[in-house]
């Protein structure tokens, strides 16, 4: 390609103009188009979503790329978001084959493996479902919903409660209205429940998980159940309703939203009809917007997943998470990166001591060692981003991005373990709203104003 093609498209890459790059590259005919000439156009599908078409440009060029690592990782991160877990784990192994120790290749490598060994287990449990149903279905038809459970003291009622979840008990004619709206039909168990008690908090809000969700490492939470209803806000197609959160929250469409998270939004339950068709009994799941919608199974149906509610004292470890958290910000030693930006620092005195005191702030306030988006955990964004690109004042959005995790996240002792990777980016895009962030030739930077208010901010810390 020419020299000042490749010029463009790199200033083109760093502004996240992706689009650009695939106006020009597909305006060379296809078969003009060089080795590096694909491999970028597949790069920038895969930065615009477009997985399929990114694969589809990676694969023209698979024997020219077989040693190429870089090839190979745009092949499994393309495959990762169109979950070939298995298949992103062997690109992502090929990749780590041909340029060792990689920081990168070798996160998204752990990561593929995860989601790859999840999803076999997931196979796995449904190939036996189906092997051991035979009858079922007619054995459970004929025991009454919840038997031998009481349901008198099932509910926590409070104003709040009956104002956003709880309805009039309803009626056959509603209940066929919503189940049309919906598209699905709704389980017998959970119409039992709702005509007992339309909608509401339960007071066991916990289920446990055999594996880590965003919410904890064994156990999602709910805050609340949906009625069946359109009146009240958090029913199934109220206005925060199961058809709200399909269309405006992008959550699979694969059956009916019917508990929400104290997430507010970033995560629910759902009923999962994949595997029994609209009429069927569902199964109910767990999905987290945080991690790409990610699928965790919970229950075999609804009766099953309400039995399974437990009390969220049985998961209280706050206090012992506290003072671990505590000590890892008093004592815990610096990631390399993080410590290797603090050497660098001339304007605050005692930097180190700084940070550690605005984190042990957000532990006594929060309970525990994590940034979200309020305001101590924007302070922390903020004096990341000072220090990194203070050091390194050629750093584009998506190269910020990439480094993050590497500071505190994913920082060892004194790190956090994990990250949603949305707040970082909404906190950027938050600050260049606000004219505290200006991007110049693709580089990121704070204003001169604002780094020196993140600098006096550190001084009174």
């Not at 440009?57 to 990782?73: T, V």
Request: glycine content about 6%; hydrophobic content about 35%.
């Amino acid at each position: 390609m020419d020299y000042s093609l490749i010029e463009q498209l790199d200033q083109w890459h760093e502004d996240d103009d992706h689009q650009r790059i695939v106006d020009a590259l597909t305006a060379i005919p296809e078969k003009d188009r060089e080795y590096d000439a694909v491999n970028r156009l597949g790069r920038a599908y895969n930065n615009l979503g477009l997985y399929e078409e990114g694969l589809h440009q990676f694969e023209i060029i698979s024997e020219a790329g077989k040693q190429d690592p870089l090839w190979h990782f745009r092949v499994g991160y393309a495959l990762y978001h169109l979950k070939r877990y298995e298949d992103a784990l062997q690109a992502f192994r090929k990749a780590d084959l041909l340029e060792p120790a990689d920081e990168k290749t070798e996160l998204w490598l752990s990561w593929s493996l995860q989601k790859a060994e999840k999803q076999r287990k997931e196979a796995q449990r449904i190939a036996a479902k189906l092997k051991a149903k035979q009858e079922i279905l007619g054995g459970t038809t004929s025991e009454l919903p919840f038997a031998n459970l009481s349901l008198d003291d099932f509910w926590e009622d409070s104003e709040y409660a009956k104002d956003s979840y709880q309805s009039d008990p309803p009626t056959d004619e509603l209940i066929q209205s919503i189940e049309q709206e919906l598209g699905y039909k709704l389980p017998s168990s959970y119409i039992a429940l709702m005509k007992h008690h339309n909608g509401g908090v339960p007071k066991n809000t916990c289920f446990r998980t055999d594996e880590p969700t965003s919410w904890a490492e064994d156990h999602i939470a709910i805050t609340g159940i949906l009625g069946i209803g359109r009146d009240k806000s958090y029913s199934l197609c109220g206005d925060l309703g199961s058809p709200f959160m399909i269309e405006e929250w992008g959550y699979p469409d694969i059956g009916v939203v019917i508990c929400d998270c104290p997430s507010a939004g970033h995560d629910v339950v759902m009923l999962d009809y994949r595997n029994c068709g609209r009429d069927g009994e569902p199964e109910v799941i767990h999905v987290d917007q945080e991690d790409d919608y990610e699928i965790t199974f919970l229950a075999d149906n609804f009766e099953a997943f309400v039995r399974g509610l437990i009390s969220e004292e049985e998961f209280d470890t706050s206090e012992e998470d506290k003072e671990a958290d505590l000590y890892r910000v008093a004592s815990g030693n610096f990631s390399p990166l993080l410590e290797e930006l603090c050497s660098r620092v001339t304007e605050v005195e005692q930097i180190e001591q700084k940070i550690r005191r605005i984190c042990t702030r957000i532990v006594e306030e929060k309970g525990h060692f994590s940034f979200h988006a309020d305001e101590l955990s924007h302070l922390m964004y903020d004096v990341q981003f000072w220090l990194y690109i203070k050091s390194y004042p050629d750093t584009s959005r998506d190269q910020y991005l990439d480094v993050y995790q590497n500071i505190i996240a994913f920082g060892g002792e004194f790190g956090q373990g994990g990250y949603a990777p949305s707040f970082i980016s909404d906190w950027l895009d938050q600050r260049k709203k606000e004219g505290k962030i200006i991007q110049d030739h693709g580089r990121v930077k704070f204003t001169d104003a604002y780094a020196k208010n993140v600098i006096q901010q550190l001084n009174q810390a």
